[in-house]
């Protein structure tokens, strides 16, 4: 983390200016304070990743200041430094959530060994918290929201499909109606869900690598192949791996694939030895594959190894019932990433919501909410706050997915902008803008950085 950004809190100008002269060479941003108070001050205002902290300061001692950077952001890292030749108040220090400490006089070579470790340690820690809240929040059925009959079957379906973790399951269901969600629950739910969950979109991959992509290579096996590479199949042994847009795979391509799927085996392009492998097959299309199949675009041999477990999605357009519970999902969600409070929908939104078409299914209403919630600054979402098309009731036309605009401004620079403003309204005060916005010191951190923002 060369970019990482520390602050120094030390009353000896001597030191001080030495410190900040030397790990500034090293590439990071320096903030000095000569007293705790100062040092608090900073801290709180801004996203630091490290704090240098003298124990002896005038007024409030680095004991008082530990403890209370502490309070603001419990995960900061903090080093104490210290001239006593008795290490207890250092030994104290580091019981009440120091990261290490410092005996002065010290080599600077040890100081900045000292510190990169300490930010290498804190961002390794800061990611393995990350990925093991996001895998504890997994409940994989509660995923498949919706109350009507379809989704019911839908998750009954899971449960079974599950059970039996070597089946090959075909999903097929128009564009946005959650055919990813659906994989992700089966391998979720099943004995392989501690192992690869591997993705791979047929149509996003070009014909000339995809044989490569599946299965790998061996070293000079082709003109760019300079040194040997693991394929997806031999990636995801143990686990699952997901086709999308399988009806893109090329013909050609199509007896590889099936004889991996029945033999569990496959060699790598160049290669001379069979690898075997452990692993179940799910794939996705919008696609209609039997229409393929009789068209001779798709192998029907492979079709039918496909579709030994079959789930299809009906569209949002047939089971209306699910509109109004996806649209109280999406507004918990964008209400806490934008600070809003947008609690219902008047009479009228509710019932154009029902009447569209929604051609782009779950993903067009998500993104329509989500447009919603950033415009609204009341409790009620109103017409106004819809796309056109909805207001004018039922359209077609589909909401882009990646980027829903209100005259000439994306979603993007709409939350850029928000952001923006409430650092405005706390003077950029980083723990009150993160406060106000519900979201932790280390995600602003990360949105800053994302939409350039300067801090």
Request: overall charge neutral; aromatic content about 6%; charged content about 30%.
């Amino acid at each position: 983390m060369t970019d990482a950004k520390i602050l120094i809190v030390e009353d000896n100008e001597d030191m001080a200016f030495t410190l900040s002269k030397v790990l500034k060479k090293e590439g990071y941003q320096i903030f000095s304070a000569n007293t705790g108070e100062k040092g608090l001050e900073i801290f709180e205002q801004e996203l630091v990743d490290l704090v240098l902290l003298d124990l002896k300061l005038p007024k409030i001692n680095g004991i008082v200041a530990l403890k209370r950077m502490k309070d603001i952001d419990n995960d900061s890292i903090v080093i104490m430094m210290t001239a006593m030749s008795d290490a207890k108040p250092a030994i104290e220090a580091m019981k009440k959530g120091a990261y290490d400490y410092l005996m002065k006089p010290f080599e600077l070579d040890e100081l900045k060994l000292v510190v990169k470790k300490a930010l290498e340690v804190h961002q390794l820690k800061r990611e393995v918290v990350r990925l093991r809240r996001e895998h504890e929040e997994k409940n994989p059925l509660d995923a498949i929201y919706g109350k009507s009959e379809s989704i019911d079957k839908i998750r009954d379906l899971i449960k079974i499909v599950a059970q039996t973790p070597k089946t090959s399951v075909l999903i097929q269901g128009e564009s946005g109606t959650g055919k990813e969600l659906v994989a992700n629950a089966v391998h979720e739910s099943s004995s392989r869900a501690n192992m690869p969950f591997i993705k791979l979109n047929c149509s996003a991959i070009p014909d000339n690598l995809m044989e490569s992509e599946l299965f790998g290579h061996e070293k000079g096996s082709f003109t760019d192949a300079k040194n040997t590479k693991k394929g997806m199949f031999e990636l995801a042994n143990g686990g699952t791996i997901f086709l999308d847009e399988i009806s893109s795979m090329k013909i050609e391509l199509q007896p590889k694939l099936l004889r991996v799927i029945e033999s569990q085996t496959f060699k790598r392009i160049g290669g001379i030895t069979d690898i075997h492998i452990d692993v179940r097959v799910i794939t996705a299309t919008n696609t209609d594959l039997l229409t393929l199949v009789n068209n001779k675009q798709f192998r029907d041999d492979l079709y039918y190894r496909l579709k030994v477990m079959e789930i299809n999605l009906q569209p949002l357009r047939e089971r209306k019932e699910d509109i109004l519970i996806l649209v109280k999902l999406f507004l918990e969600t964008f209400n806490k990433d934008f600070n809003r409070n947008v609690q219902k929908l008047n009479k009228e939104t509710e019932n154009l919501l029902l009447a569209y078409q929604w051609p782009g299914n779950i993903r067009e209403l998500k993104n329509v909410i989500e447009r919603g919630v950033i415009l609204c600054q009341e409790e009620q979402l109103l017409p106004e706050h819809l796309p056109l098309e909805l207001q004018e009731g039922g359209g077609r036309r589909p909401v882009s997915s990646s980027k829903i605009s209100f005259g000439n401004v994306s979603l993007q620079e709409m939350e850029r902008y928000h952001i923006m403003e409430v650092l405005k309204s706390v003077k950029n005060n980083k723990s009150k803008a993160a406060r106000i916005l519900d979201i932790s010191r280390s995600t602003l951190r990360e949105k800053l950085k994302g939409y350039e923002i300067p801090e």
